[in-house]
């Protein structure tokens, strides 16, 4: 049988001692928390009771402080202020100031400021303490307009001196092509819109205008980067770009950039046009350069005399209205183009300015009474001929011709001097100036000396028959007739 042993313990006297520390420190900290609690509700309702009457602190009323202070002080001061109050004008070059004792600024506050306060609630007081709060009352300020625009008036920034004004970019005519030239921004200020903002400004408090910002300045309509501008760059510089070279055979004749800049037209809102009153001018003085029809021309004759033979249809001439419709064509399309003029005449050769008969052609002399036929500088033919009746009004008329057509077996008909009609058949008919032409005469026996006086033709030069057929053999339509 074994025995059973009981074992007694007893508590710790430290462990006790812990305990009883516990419980008192816990008291303790709860002493302190309810106190802190006590402490914030007498800060808070301390603040709910002073903010009842006062503005929270960081508050702001058109910009002027007037946290912590009661409406009678926060009105002073708003009023004191906006007294006091000026406007700084930060401008391009300088920075100006209006100062609104000067304009005669008077405030009415009202209940403005005490309506606002009214209407915060106090219980809210303390989230102003984390940033301020800004608030718009609307006041009856008023001030001497005329005393405004004078101040604004004797501002620098509107001296004459100091003035710029806004110019739009514009095109002009280089070296070598067309170019912008850049915008003037200027400083011209809008001064109506400056007066009106700076009167606002001086109810709101606002203490500096910055003009730029505001839009104050008067601004050019146009600049360099505008799509309409350099659009209107590209076909001005195309208009003008391309090199149209006139081939006269003997010379050149180059219209280029030089010549057509003058010639484009930009209108203030870019606009590009082609003046073609000046593409028509400049073709009239190609006409004047270069047409030789009805022109007078130096010749030597078969006797090597050396005559000037005026008049006639032979010879350049230029379709005005065709070639100016093809030139305004090809100027529009900025290409360079090598060609002839369009011409409503042609002669056969132009070896200058002054020779265009060449070395072939028909030669008639009426005081000589003869005819020669020149093809390549050999002549074909020479024979005397009859001419027509100066006696009668039938003159063979001088000049420069070009032949009109031949035609085989042709019948002449026409009126008689001395009554009647006339109808004449021959077998070669050459005419170049009208109704007068080279033909030969079968009823003719003899020919030159001075039978066109008195027995001449109707102004046609008749050849014997063996002359006619050998010219009629070499000339063609357009082949020279000189007549002197």
Not at 123 to 144: A, C, E, I, M, P
Not at 166 to 184: L, M, N, R, W
Not at 345 to 354: D, E, V
Request: glycine letters at 8%; hydrophobic letters at 30%.
């Amino acid at each position: 049988m074994s025995d059973t042993q009981t074992t007694n313990v007893t508590p710790d006297s430290s462990t006790t001692r812990n305990r009883r520390s516990d419980k008192k420190s816990s008291k303790t900290g709860k002493i302190a928390a309810a106190v802190i609690v006590v402490l914030l509700l007498a800060v808070y309702g301390g603040g709910v009771y002073y903010y009842s009457s006062h503005f929270p602190h960081n508050t702001l009323i058109n910009h002027v402080k007037v946290g912590e202070m009661d409406v009678t002080k926060a009105e002073k001061t708003f009023t004191d202020d906006l007294a006091s109050h000026k406007i700084s004008l930060k401008e391009k070059e300088r920075t100006e100031v209006i100062d609104a004792n000067d304009v005669g600024t008077v405030i009415n506050v009202g209940s403005q400021i005490s309506d606002l306060q009214d209407s915060m609630n106090p219980w809210l007081w303390f989230t102003n303490l984390f940033g301020s709060k800004h608030y718009t009352v609307k006041l009856d300020v008023t001030y001497d307009e005329t005393k405004l625009e004078k101040v604004v008036n004797n501002l620098a920034c509107f001296k004459k001196e100091n003035v710029t004004a806004p110019k739009s970019t514009y095109i002009k005519a280089g070296d070598s092509q067309f170019e912008i030239v850049p915008e003037v921004l200027g400083n011209t200020v809008k001064k109506k819109a400056l007066i009106k903002l700076i009167g606002k400004d001086l109810s709101t408090g606002i203490t500096k205008i910055d003009l730029e910002k505001e839009n104050l300045y008067k601004l050019p309509k146009y600049y360099a980067k505008d799509k309409v501008v350099t659009d209107a760059l590209a076909k001005a510089n195309k208009y003008a770009g391309g090199t149209i070279t006139y081939d006269f055979d003997y010379t050149t004749e180059t219209l280029d950039y030089e010549t057509s800049k003058d010639w484009v037209k930009i209108s203030k809102d870019f606009k590009v046009t082609l003046d073609e009153s000046k593409v028509g001018d400049y073709i009239e003085k190609l006409g004047s350069k270069y047409n030789t029809m009805g022109s007078s021309r130096p010749f030597t004759t078969a006797y090597g005399s050396k005559i000037n033979v005026y008049g006639g249809d032979y010879g350049w001439k230029i379709y005005f209205d065709k070639e100016k419709t093809k030139l305004i064509k090809e100027i529009k399309s900025g290409k360079d183009v090598e060609r002839e003029p369009v011409y409503s005449y042609k002669a056969k050769c132009r070896k200058s300015a002054k020779d265009d008969i060449g070395d072939s052609y028909v030669e008639v002399s009426i005081s000589n009474q003869e005819v020669w036929l020149y093809v390549n500088g050999e002549c074909k033919v020479n024979s005397s001929v009859v001419t027509g009746d100066p006696t009668r009004g039938h003159q063979t008329y001088t000049g420069v011709y070009a032949l009109t057509y031949k035609q085989r077996n042709a019948t002449l008909t026409g009126p008689n001097a001395g009554g009647g009609s006339y109808s004449s058949h021959v077998s070669f008919w050459m005419p170049f100036n009208g109704g007068q032409g080279l033909h030969d005469a079968t009823w003719r026996s003899s020919f030159g000396g001075s039978i066109y006086r008195g027995s001449g033709s109707h102004g046609c030069v008749n050849c014997p028959y063996s002359t006619a057929a050998v010219l009629y053999k070499y000339v063609e339509e357009g082949f020279p007739v000189i007549v002197y």
